[in-house]
């Protein structure tokens, strides 16, 4: 049904993957100095992609399966702009939680590559390895690593600003 929707309405997209953006760094910002929360929405975030990416369909793949191929994300390209905003979440959430987003960012990149491979040797859930999935997540894990750097550095500006402001009117 989403799908459909966003098939119909392909130009909402990127406008989609910017309130996803936009809510993570409300919530990175909100839940900044609590680290379990900002873990407990990262290990949230990966719900979807594990249901959207390893949870079985009604076929099944005869054999091996794995497209070899690298497209450039459009704004009509629905289905390469979802995989890039699948893995946003879960990587901004988890670079925030542990400060540390390149090695997230690495994760992130590593999970997709994981499960593609899973989809490629795993025929019976019936989803198939396709590598144009692996770069867009890649891209979205960028994405939330580039957030989680900015959403953290603004914290500590203002945590700086606002101690060093304490410290001049006492």
């Known amino acids: 049904m989403i799908t459909n929707f966003l ?18 760094a409300v919530l990175g910002r909100l839940f ?25 369909t009604a076929h099944t793949i005869d054999g091996i399966l794995c497209t070899v191929q690298f497209s450039v994300p459009t704004p009509g390209a629905v289905e390469l702009l979802a995989n890039v905003a699948l893995f ?30 899973l989809q490629a040797l795993v025929p019976a859930i019936g989803r198939a390895c ?14 939330g690593a580039l957030l989680a750097a900015g959403t953290a550095w603004l914290v500590d500006r203002r945590a700086q600003s606002g101690s060093s402001t ?4 006492s």
Do not use: K, Q, Y
Not at 7 to 24: E, F, G, N, T
Not at 34 to 54: D, N, Y
Not at 100 to 110: C, E, H
């Open 130 to 143: 396709d590598t144009n999935d692996w770069l867009m997540n890649t891209i979205g894990a960028v994405l």
């Open 7 to 24: 098939l119909d309405h392909s130009a909402l997209v990127p406008v989609a993957i910017l309130l996803v953006a936009l809510v993570c």
């Open 166 to 169: 304490g410290a001049i009117s």
């Open 88 to 117: 946003l979440p879960p990587v901004c959430f988890a670079a925030l939680a542990s400060r540390r987003p390149v090695t997230m960012l690495a994760a992130g990149s590593a999970l997709s590559a994981v499960i593609e491979t």
């Open 32 to 56: 900044a100095s609590r680290r379990r929360i900002l873990w407990a929405l990262a290990g949230v975030s990966l719900l979807p992609v594990l249901a959207l990416t390893l949870v079985p």
